[in-house]
């Protein structure tokens, strides 16, 4: 809920603003914090409220940020409680802010700062949580929460260039259809219109480029946009959906651009969860239940529940990734075939997490060297082709004068 406030500071200057908060005394809970007096306070309209909270929105970034500045207070030996409230203080985004300053008071009230956090399962996944809690239970918390800001950071930074890769050719063809459209109505009329009362003989790329710019001018155009954004909309709201998740996870492992590098993703992010979580005490059923429900696809996902099963009837984890080589190279798999012998699986995954990081650092820079050529020699062929097909009959239409 979003309301609007009115009070005074400790020297008596007013101050009127709007905060959320999920209730009314959450709200004068968070401005006392801040040294405000409250004199009113009144709750916005729910459909308002509403649009900010999707605003609001908990990004993976402020996980991290949070997660490095609870690890560098810790380290530096500011209660948990006291550090809490300081680093709630500081952001900006309302909701993440007050449910910092909730799981502040519930570690001051005796709650364990796992089960604060397990509270808020959007925002705290289960490895954070479990992470938390080995380092409670060991009593290197320290150590766990410095994990998590490097683990958080690296993952933030992973799925940024993945996402740049992803984005920038959407960016291409977005460009490429305003080009076409903006040619259509304010260019090519008046040219096209020159040509085809000219006399001349118009080449057959002319009179594609005709025929299209009539179709945008006229109720097709409309149409068109309509149905990229219908598209783009329940496209982007079926993949949100779990048939949709299933769907896109296994398609993406399928297009041959995608597929080494996701797998490469995936291993790494398995082998990191998985060696982190044994590392800290946690039972390998349980590291893997838990490894299976963040590694981000269903097809690995199925995969690691079925070992998690395997293992709890005694099978090992090698003999079962063995079934599965198109998801899990040999080279993988009897790495964590010599780490169960030598009782070294943690150590093991670890030297996997190493070579897989780079080679998926290596193959998104790749990929972005290899696409930025190709979308601009295709923006140039369309762009090229569109002044070739007006050029052309216009210096034939002279040649003939």
């Known amino acids: 809920m979003r309301f609007t406030y009115q009070a005074r500071t400790k020297i008596g200057d007013v101050k009127i603003g709007v905060i959320d908060a999920s209730s009314k005394k959450a709200a004068i809970d968070m401005l006392q914090h801040d040294g405000l007096f409250v004199t009113q306070l009144r709750k916005e309209s729910e459909s308002f409220s509403k649009r900010y909270k999707i605003l609001e929105r908990i990004s993976g970034k402020d996980v991290a940020v949070f997660s490095r500045q609870l690890a560098v207070m810790f380290k530096a030996n500011v209660s948990l409680v006291e550090s809490l409230r300081t680093i709630g203080g500081q952001f900006t985004n309302q909701s993440f802010r007050e449910k910092i300053l909730r799981i502040s008071q519930d570690v001051e009230a005796g709650t364990s700062l796992s089960n604060a956090f397990a509270k808020y399962p959007d925002i705290f996944s289960t490895f954070f949580v479990a992470m938390i809690k080995a ?194 190279p040999p080279m993988f798999t009897q790495m964590i075939l010599v780490g169960e012998q030598t009782g070294s699986l943690d150590k093991s995954l670890l030297t996997l997490v190493s070579f897989y990081q780079k080679e998926s650092e290596s193959a998104i820079d790749g990929l972005l060297v290899l696409i930025e050529p190709v979308l601009i020699i295709f923006l140039g062929v369309i762009v090229g082709g569109i002044v070739a097909s007006v050029m052309i009959p216009m210096y034939q239409s002279l040649g003939n004068m």
Do not use: W
């Open 135 to 328: 380092g409670e239970v060991s009593g290197n918390l320290s150590e766990q929460l410095t994990y998590l800001a490097d683990y958080l950071e690296k993952n933030y930074y992973l799925s940024g260039k993945i996402k740049g890769a992803m984005v920038y050719p959407a960016m291409i063809i977005i460009v490429v259809v305003a080009v076409l459209f903006l040619l259509s109505y304010f260019v090519l009329p008046n040219l096209l219109s020159m040509l085809e009362t000219s006399g001349t003989e118009l080449p057959l790329m002319t009179q594609v480029v005709i025929a299209v710019t009539n179709f945008i001018r006229g109720p097709g155009g409309i149409l068109m946009i309509l149905g990229m954004v219908l598209v783009s909309v329940f496209g982007f709201r079926y993949y949100k959906s779990d048939a949709g998740k299933v769907f896109f996870d296994k398609l993406f492992l399928q297009i041959p651009v995608f597929r080494s590098l996701l797998k490469m993703v995936y291993l790494s992010r398995f082998a990191d969860n998985l060696s982190t979580l044994i590392s800290g005490g946690i039972p390998i059923t349980q590291s893997l239940e838990i490894t299976g429900n963040i590694v981000g696809n269903v097809v690995y996902k199925e995969v690691i529940l079925k070992t998690r099963d395997g293992v709890r009837r005694g099978q090992t984890i090698s003999s079962i990734l063995y079934n599965y080589p198109d998801i899990f």
